[in-house]
């Protein structure tokens, strides 16, 4: 006979003391198990009957092993604790979570899905560097090799954190996501303090491809005051994606193996919408190109992207005309790794320099002390919007070298003021207006 896995316990008396000593103040006295069923059994009643039972005023343990999941599945955590020994295995039935019905839709920025959405106020989940996500990856990216992807085409994001206020995520392993790895969107005072994602392709058939693009390891979306630290990603895209409406963000102690570096952006895809980006400080950050059979790109330091002026089309895919700024931003202690361009700021995603440009306006970005090498020529490359220009740049400490036997390059377009490159930058002007000259375009990138 199977043990009965699933034990809801009412401990009374001590508990209350014990749980204010861990930090929420918590008052009662909820206490849940949950081992996993086995034998391929389908484990999502009984985890989301835990998180029922003790997800207010409680504490969860999973303990380890691997929980399978089968369908959709929010927590809402109200004063809890959750400790996640094991992995939530979200079995990969591709068509099946494709069907849109059978995710959320949580996530407003380009109507991405999520199969797994956490909310509510004052909670730890601890995944104690044992547990998190198994995503199945290996599946999604082997289905989509031949298929074309979209953004909002049901890809599910596999930990997304939704109106959550004061929570932490800590020591969170997520193994082979899918999509993007975290979101977080409409919350504040969050922390995510140890994370883990990896999505590397194993099929040799795909070696020397990036098979694993859109696999981010987040987005953070209209969210206030949220730190990410020490976090360990391995994706094909963008380690970690700022969008519109971040605000008092702190970075600290990231690695990036492989994919596109850590990016802000794009901004201004919804015409109808501003997107506000203030107070970034990231802190300690490594950029590690992978071999290139395991992921070919290893594509910049930090690059800061809006799309254009003009309208092209309709979110999710298309957008562009949407408004805002980028304000107060510091990128300090850098390490890159043979990056294609290390830091890069552009304005016209998914448009061309001859539309109306965008009005969305960089101001404060400072660069300091980094340190590594790229494989071309072009160190820093600000590209701004001529209907705003990029102001208050600093660049310092700055000590990035290109491939060997070239001479760097500094591009500096429609800056108003910048601190530490200016001889560089107006060396630059005059090699571009030389080549222009001769007939050779060297804005183009
Ligand atoms: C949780 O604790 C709060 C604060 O003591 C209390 O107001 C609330 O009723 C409790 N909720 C449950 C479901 O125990
Ligand atoms: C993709 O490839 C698989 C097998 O490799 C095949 O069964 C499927 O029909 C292909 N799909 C498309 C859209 O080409
Ligand atoms: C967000 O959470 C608050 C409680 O903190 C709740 O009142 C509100 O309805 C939630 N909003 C959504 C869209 O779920
Ligand atoms: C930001 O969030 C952290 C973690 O929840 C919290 O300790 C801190 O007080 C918050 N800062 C502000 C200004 O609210
Ligand atoms: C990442 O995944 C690859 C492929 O499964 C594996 O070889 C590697 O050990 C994993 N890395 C970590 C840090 O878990
Ligand atoms: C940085 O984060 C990694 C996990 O990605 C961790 O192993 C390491 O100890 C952290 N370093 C510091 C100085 O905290
Ligand atoms: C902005 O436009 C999008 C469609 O692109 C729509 O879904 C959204 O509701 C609009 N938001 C506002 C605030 O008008
Ligand atoms: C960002 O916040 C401003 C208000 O500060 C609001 O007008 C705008 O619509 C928000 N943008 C998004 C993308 O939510
Ligand atoms: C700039 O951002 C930092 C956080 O990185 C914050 O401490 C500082 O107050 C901000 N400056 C202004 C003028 O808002
Ligand atoms: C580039 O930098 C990395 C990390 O600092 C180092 O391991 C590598 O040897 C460097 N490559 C070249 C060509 O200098
Ligand atoms: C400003 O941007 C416009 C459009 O991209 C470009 O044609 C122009 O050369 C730029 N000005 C300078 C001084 O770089
Ligand atoms: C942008 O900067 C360029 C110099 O690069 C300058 O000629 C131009 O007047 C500036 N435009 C605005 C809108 O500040």
Redesign the pocket.
Known sequence: MKPKTFIPSLIIGFLSSVLIARGFGIQSNNECTVTPLGDGQDDTDQVLAAISQCGTNGTITFTEGSFDITRKMTWELNSARVHLFGYLNFVPDVEYWLNMPNTYQVVFIQSQSSWFVVTGSDFEIDAHNTGGIQGNGQIWWDFFSNRTREDGDGRPISLTLFNVTRGIVRNFRIDAQPFWCNCVVESEDVVYD?M?CNATNTNPEFAGTNLVPNTDGIDTYRSNNVTL????ITCGDDCLAIKGNTTNLLVR???CNGGNGIAFGSLGQYVNLSDIVENVYME?LKMVRLPSNVQPNMGTGVYLKTWTGEVNGTPPTGGGGGTGHVRNVTIHNVKVDQVDIPVHVYQTNGGSVSETPSTLMFSGLHFEDWTGNATGNTIVEFVCSPAVNCTDLTVESFHVTPAANEAPRYICQNVTSISGLQELCSLQHRVMQLDRRDGVDELEV
Request: net charge negative; glycine share 10%.
């Open positions: 140890g883990l630290m020490n976090w360990d102690n990231v690695t300690d």
